[in-house]
């Protein structure tokens, strides 16, 4: 076992397996095929606020949004299970890929509700879920939407600043890899209504200049 609040490095992560994770149902709220390229017009961004059931469920409310699904990016093992993420040795971190029609909401809302249901700030951690799969981040698919990304963040960070004198810890960069999370975790809870949510945010709104 690793350090769980250190990052691996790509020598020493696990080397993971070719085969793909096999995702056996459509969404579970929208009938949407987790597996599929998106839609002709419709822009992605991977987000990791925290342990992915509650995350997910956030996004998939959204007007706009036209499909979510969990998974694995920012590490370097390749396929990775759930066991493999969680014990550190993969360098990755839970997201939620969100797909979205950019005629009816924009990365920067989206970007609002991520920054508010979540504490940047923790670093390796979010609440008391400890560990690099829980750090916060931001993958996008362009550069334009990394700009937009690095934007907020600033705006965001002036003011977490102000208020609770901390710094964003947010990992932003534009995306390398996603892999797909197994079937029971996809829209976890919508399954399972009592399931755990560990989504939690600072309290901050994020400034009303959007």
């Not at 979510?68 to 993420?85: A, L, R």
Request: hydrophobic share 30%.
């Amino acid at each position: 076992m690793s350090n769980k609040n250190k990052l691996v490095t790509k020598e020493t992560a696990l080397i993971g397996r070719d085969e793909k994770m096999m995702i056996s149902e459509l969404h579970f709220i929208n009938q949407t095929n987790l597996t599929a390229e998106k839609p002709l017009g419709c822009k992605e961004v991977l987000l990791g606020l925290g342990c992915f059931w509650g995350a997910e469920r956030i996004f998939w409310q959204l007007d706009g949004v036209i499909s979510t699904s969990v998974g694995y990016s920012g590490g370097y093992t390749k396929n990775p299970t759930y066991q493999e993420v969680c014990s550190g040795e993969t360098g990755h971190t839970e997201v939620v890929r969100v797909i979205f029609d950019p005629t009816q909401i924009t990365l920067q809302a989206i970007l609002v509700v991520f920054w508010e249901h979540h504490d940047p700030t923790q670093g390796m951690r979010q609440g008391n879920d400890i560990g690099t799969q829980y750090r916060s981040a931001i993958y996008t698919e362009s550069q334009d939407d990394l700009n937009v990304a690095l934007e907020s963040r600033h705006t965001y960070q002036a003011a977490i600043g102000e208020s609770l004198s901390k710094n964003i810890t947010t990992e932003i960069t534009l995306i390398n890899e996603y892999y797909l999370a197994e079937t029971y975790h996809q829209q976890y809870l919508a399954k399972n209504p009592q399931g755990y949510c560990g989504i939690g945010g600072t309290g901050i709104c994020f400034p009303p200049n959007l």
